[in-house]
């Protein structure tokens, strides 16, 4: 697509249930983040991907949330048993590759709001 | 480590006002990249400018302009004429050259409202 795509963009839960945010990424990017935007916060790192390497997970918060990507297309942020601090917008990016250079940069989603009631 | 520090947490102003937003950063490279991104109400984070540590030269791109200042580790972001279009939530960010954007450091942002 011409773009990254993100669904659903609105999400309200029950607390306690589980809850999946997809992400699909620029065609041809390598690279794929996941991050949270609490309100009146920065972007939080949640998850990284990058090709068929093992993922970046050091940013995840808890063993509640979980994501997987299948070789370089989309990706599915798992939640389970929300909380109503899980709460948040979940962005997600991908570029062409991971490093930041000069010519490189990533390309961000509308993100999924998360209500978790 | 590093940090960035948005003091603004919102600016009104009036349409054709110029507004300053600031940033601070802390870091203890010598070489890194600064960033400033726009969030508009449609949620995606778009891309404004990147900066080189290397590179203290301001930068004017129609009626944006970013100041940067080493020596007060700063890297403000000035809009001259400012349009109602231009409000949005604008994120300042830090990192390594050569790491990945997962590194991206962030502020907590400043809300940019622009009133007819």
């Known amino acids: 697509g011409a773009g990254v795509s993100q669904s659903p963009s609105n999400k309200v839960t029950e607390k306690g249930k589980d809850v999946e945010l997809r992400c699909d990424p620029i065609s041809g990017h390598t690279a794929l983040y996941w991050y949270r935007q609490r309100l009146g916060q920065g972007l939080e790192f949640l998850i990284y991907?990058?090709?068929?390497?093992?993922?970046?997970k050091s940013g995840l918060p808890s063993d509640r949330f979980s994501a997987e990507r299948t070789g370089e297309s989309v990706s599915t942020l798992t939640i389970q048993r929300t909380q109503q601090e899980d709460s948040a917008v979940y962005l997600c990016?991908?570029?062409?590759?991971?490093?930041?250079?000069?010519?490189?940069?990533?390309?961000f989603g509308q993100g999924t709001r998360l209500t978790v009631v | 480590a590093q940090k960035v520090t948005q003091a603004q947490t919102e600016i009104s102003v009036v349409e054709k006002e110029d507004v300053t937003l600031d940033c601070v950063y802390e870091?203890?490279?010598?070489?890194?990249?600064l960033f400033w991104y726009k969030q508009p109400p449609s949620g995606e984070l778009v891309f404004l400018i990147r900066r080189n540590s290397f590179d203290e030269q301001n930068e004017i791109s129609g009626r944006y302009s970013w100041n940067f200042q080493k020596s007060t580790s700063s890297f403000n972001f000035t809009i001259t004429a400012s349009q109602v279009v231009d409000s949005a939530v604008y994120f300042c960010?830090?990192?390594?050259?050569?790491?990945?954007?997962?590194?991206?450091?962030f502020g907590t942002g400043t809300r940019l409202l622009v009133s007819p």
């Open positions: 990016a991908s570029s062409l590759v991971p490093q930041v250079t000069p010519n490189t940069e990533a390309f």
């Open positions: 960010a830090l990192s390594r050259p050569g790491t990945g954007f997962q590194k991206l450091v």
């Open positions: 870091t203890r490279d010598t070489t890194y990249y």
């Open positions: 991907f990058q090709g068929n390497s093992a993922p970046d």
